[in-house]
């Protein structure tokens, strides 16, 4: 970002701020639910739509992945749009997903290195994130049975047999069967090569837990919907680094952010719908 011998010339903190200028204006942009036909003056779109910019494409809005570049990895793009969405809270949002807007461009991958990305993001959303929600709320043996889950293929039918030996257990809440439903229907998809689906429906099941355990959690709700969607966050990180890595170098994507925040303040240019 920048030449380190310059770097340590620095000689106060205004210097220093300077230099990290163009990653503070990455950070200022705004992340809105929805997709939207260009952003306002302080910024405003999704997060595909900000990595769009930020990886030198024309502006466009994005109401499917079908919108995203080809560069763009499907089964990471569509698990962020879909967090981008489900996500209520603006600055959760932000914090969760904004790491992103640099790392989307480039990252598409071959058949099999989808496939893999596919895999991930399903298992790791039964495993650091269904079964974490089950153990805090008693399912122990549940919890343990999604924990080991080694493949797409193991989650089938696991909805109905998760519970069989439960007796004397309290019957799980709705938004647990809801997750379930989806997770089994995530596996479907990746057993059909459907990368996209099982992006979307793993996106699902994270929602439909983080707000099962923000009702449950009564005064902590929000630290603990916060704590499931940062996991999801995590889970699209550890997808983008499988096979090739892409990305933009910070500076060049907050000049690009900035030089659309700078054209959505003159009002002739901004397109109306």
Known sequence: MFELKKFLNLNSFRAFGAAFAGF?????????RGSHYFPGSDGGTCVNEAAIVAAGYPYCAVRSIEDCPASFSRPAATYAMFLNDL???DELRRHVLMPFVTKLEGSAEGQEGEKARAELIVLRTASAILAPALLRLG?????????????????????HELFSAAIHWPTPPSWMDQA???????????LRSDFVGAAKCAAIVAANVALG????SNRRGHRAMARVYHQA??????????????????????ERLDRVKRKAAIPSLVEIS
């Not at 503070?24 to 809105?32: A, F, M, Y």
């Not at 399912?139 to 080694?150: H, L, M, P």
């Open 87 to 89: 996500i209520e809270n």
């Open 213 to 216: 355990m923000q009702r449950a």
């Open 24 to 32: 503070d204006n990455i950070l200022n942009w705004k992340l809105l």
């Open 180 to 190: 379930l439903s989806e997770l089994a229907d995530a596996a479907y998809a990746c």
């Open 139 to 159: 399912f122990f043996e549940a919890s343990e049975k999604i924990r080991v889950i080694g493949s797409p293929y193991d989650l089938i039918g696991l909805k």
């Open 233 to 254: 966050g995590e889970i699209l990180g550890s997808a983008l680094k499988l096979g090739k890595q892409g990305g933009v170098i910070g500076t060049e994507a907050a």
